[in-house]
């Protein structure tokens, strides 16, 4: 299979065709991501008269997209004999993929594809997202619209207006691009490979919808096995004997004999005095955070605002499209080298918005790395955060800003130094521990604590969750207390009362379920181990792609968010549950798919073909096709309840409804009425049951209010049905007041 649709369209991305006669400049065509990119640049460029799908002035006409206009068509529309999911129709492999205009925005591609025919414009500029999306939507609506056009790339990573105009004045050339959109292809189309071929695959097999994808089945894994991890633990009893000496309580180690833990208090209670036998004092720092990539960022705003991952990204991709923070989807945590005083100024400004009085050093050389920064560089504010009146932005913006800002000063600050004292105490040949802990410099996090408040302590605590608490703070406080009065207090040797001996029964814990915070970091570490050093990016999914795995293992029933309104967990649902002991290794292993991600980005660095890793796509799907058999005692071989609803006007057999559509119960039969139904989603119509029966019973049926895209305006029709020899169905429309007006 070739990967490059650019050959169907009969044009090589980034070619530039020269012209045999020159001819007076025209316009350039700037083609943007959403409205709302499009008219911050317009306003930039000059382009401020308003015309019907985009903005003109300049020299520049400026029109958008709205996310992804064209699409991978769907297997039914490959082949009519794909509206039936059959095991023997599997795999299926389109050669050459195919791709449609999205029916809601078939509008605005033909406002871009009329604005690319127009003989005054010269060239494009193409200012999508600058990543693998923003890349692979822009060249779907070229190629799509057949466009042979030049043009050049904008890549920025602020939507300032110095950042725009520095973007115009250093456009890229196209063909720097070529190899990030034939990652981006390739990521397209072995999701759609995966997600349709197992999909259909386990659902076939099982009788039910299994939704499987790429990325999402060995996320679901991943919540199914620390599940299964918690259910099969057994919690067992651990014993501690304690001591009071000094004033300090102090913990043995822990034991799971309770005979042994009584016999060993006896002989405590016995001892009249414990000997100091280690005091020892150690000078620690932590050293100030990296800056924000976007999982940093989203793992910070669950734990201290209980944010989803697809809320936070929401909300930072709002404030970039609002000039206030920078380009959000990105997987890096440093700037690049000539960002020194840029960051310095920022700092600055951000230093006063938030009236920080003390002196913050800014060593930017702990964050400056171009090395390190492959499409964009961490997150930042912008200086426009300096200008704006916090009240009227959403709260939940203030605190994604609060967070932005709190990291880039803390991340320019000091160090964090404190002393830590550990106390030892032996009595009856055991021995019994307490610790204190005391900050001598709170360099960076004096910082993040004057921004963010309680919410810097709570974050901290909540980062280190299974951390051993005892001794508590106050045994803490009444060592330092002690030394405070008498630093040879705890000197080495000397004899202390035992004022109380006893034992802490406790119980041992599983580990905890995954909260958004912690399946990010997991989803980010995901075969690791196994990745090269050197590789840029690991893990399952990619930043920018996470959240909404997340989502829609939430949004399909496979997972559900469970706690109080400060902690939410993800449990998987037993639906979740039952599909993971279904899957087979290469499916579920998060070890394949952070390969995958590895490979793509091979693909972006041109140091693999597309062919080479859409093939082996191919071979593993073949594969699994070919040789994965049902597990008989299963739970998800439960059928699906099946209500009958009519006869099947095709074959005679039972039309049941199932949870998508209704479907004739002859297997060989293509009778299909789905519920999710493109011809009603068009007229604005939903297929009910009430309307399958009746085109069941008559094959007609009435319809009121049924809304005309292209004019806006409702009508009423009659719709009717007719089936194939093979059941296929199609539909057409009667208007009966209008004579004669048939409408297919």
């Known amino acids: 299979m070739n990967i490059r ?65 064209v699409e991978l068509c769907e297997p039914q529309e490959y082949d009519r004999k794909y509206e039936k999911w059959r095991k023997e129709d599997l795999p299926i492999v389109p050669d050459p993929f195919r791709y449609r205009v999205s029916e809601d925005t078939k509008k605005q591609f033909r406002k871009l594809k009329e ?149 060993r208090l006896a002989v405590l209670k016995e001892t009249e005095t414990a000997a100091v036998s280690k005091m020892e004092e150690v000078q620690k720092e932590d050293k100030p955070p990296l800056l924000y990539d976007l999982t940093t960022l989203q793992r910070d705003a669950n734990r201290m605002y209980g944010f989803t991952a697809q809320q936070t990204l929401d909300l930072v991709q709002s404030l970039y499209e609002k000039k206030l923070a920078t380009y959000p989807r990105t997987d890096s945590r440093y700037l690049t080298d000539e960002m020194d005083d840029s960051t310095k100024r920022l700092a600055c400004l951000m230093k006063e918005k938030w009236g920080y009085t003390k002196i913050v050093p800014l060593h930017t050389e702990r964050v400056l790395d171009s090395r390190k920064v492959s499409d964009h560089h961490a997150i930042l504010p912008t200086e426009n955060v300096y200008d704006v009146i916090f009240s009227e932005l959403p709260d939940g913006e203030q605190k994604i800003l609060k967070l932005l800002a709190s990291r880039l000063l803390a991340a320019l600050g000091n160090p964090c130094r404190y002393t830590e004292y550990h106390l030892e105490f032996t009595a009856a040949d055991q021995t019994f521990k307490a610790s204190a802990k005391t900050v001598t410099e709170p360099g960076w996090k004096d910082v993040e604590s004057w921004i963010l408040g309680k919410r810097a302590e709570e974050k901290e605590e909540q980062e280190n969750p299974d951390e051993d608490k005892t001794p508590s703070g106050d045994e803490s406080n009444k060592i330092l207390e002690a030394l405070s009065a008498d630093p040879g207090y705890f000197a080495e040797g000397r004899q202390m009362k035992i004022m109380d001996a006893a034992i802490h029964e406790g119980v041992t814990k599983p580990k905890s379920r995954y909260t958004e915070s912690t399946l990010l970091s997991a989803m980010e570490r995901a075969g690791a181990k196994e990745t090269p050093d050197e590789a840029e990016r690991k893990g399952l999914g990619t930043p920018a792609t996470r959240a909404g795995i997340i989502e829609k293992l939430v949004r399909i029933g496979f997972v559900e968010r469970s706690g109080n309104r400060k902690t939410k967990y993800l449990v ?53 096709v070919n040789t994965y058999e049902a597990i008989q005692d299963a739970e998800v071989m439960k059928k699906e309840s099946a209500e009958k609803i009519g006869t099947c006007p095709a074959c005679g057999a039972d039309v049941v409804e199932r949870k998508k559509g209704y479907f004739c119960s002859n297997r060989e039969c293509r009778f299909a009425l789905w519920k999710d139904n493109r011809y009603f989603d068009a007229i604005g119509k939903k ?43 199609t539909f057409r429309m009667e208007f009966p007041d209008r004579k004669g007006d048939k409408r297919k």
């Open 572 to 624: 998987p649902t037993h639906k979740g549950i039952s599909l993971v002991t279904v899957m087979p290794e290469e499916i579920r292993s998060p070890l394949l798919t952070a390969d995958w991600e590895q490979k793509l980005l091979k693909v972006e660095r041109q140091e693999l073909s597309a062919d080479a890793f859409m093939k082996e796509i191919e071979t593993m799907i073949s594969s699994l």
């Open 687 to 729: 297929m009910t049951r009430q309307i399958a029966e009746s085109l069941i019973t008559s094959g007609k049926v009435n319809l009121t209010k049924c809304h005309s895209r292209k004019s806006g305006r409702t009508y009423d029709a009659v719709l009717l049905m007719t089936t194939g020899d093979d059941g296929s169905v």
């Open 115 to 263: 604005l690319m025919e127009r003989d005054d414009v010269d060239g494009l500029i193409e200012a999508t997202d600058a990543g693998r999306e923003g890349e692979l939507i822009f060249r779907l609506v070229y190629q799509e619209a057949h466009c042979r056009k030049p043009f050049e790339r904008l890549w920025i990573s602020s939507m300032e207006d110095s950042a725009i105009r520095d973007g115009f004045r250093n456009l890229k050339p196209s063909t720097a691009y070529d190899a990030l959109y034939e990652a981006a292809l390739c990521r397209e189309r072995a999701d759609w490979l995966v997600g349709i071929n197992a999909t259909r695959l386990f659902s076939t097999l099982y009788r039910q919808t299994l939704n499987v994808g790429r990325v999402m089945t060995p996320t679901l894994a991943m919540l199914a096995g620390r599940e299964e991890e918690i259910m099969r633990f057994k919690p067992e009893p651990v014993y501690a004997l304690q001591i009071t000496a000094g004033a300090v309580r102090a913990e043995g180690e822990k034991i799971r004999d309770k005979q042994e833990a009584g016999k």
């Open 5 to 69: 649709k650019d050959e169907d369209a009969g044009v090589t991305p980034g070619v530039f065709f020269i012209l045999e006669k020159e001819k007076p400049m025209g316009y350039r065509l700037v083609i943007a991501e959403k409205p709302s990119v499009a008219q911050s640049i317009a306003k930039v460029i000059g382009a401020d008269r308003k015309r019907d799908g985009y903005l003109e002035g300049s020299g520049y006409l400026v029109s958008w997209c709205f996310g992804h206009l």
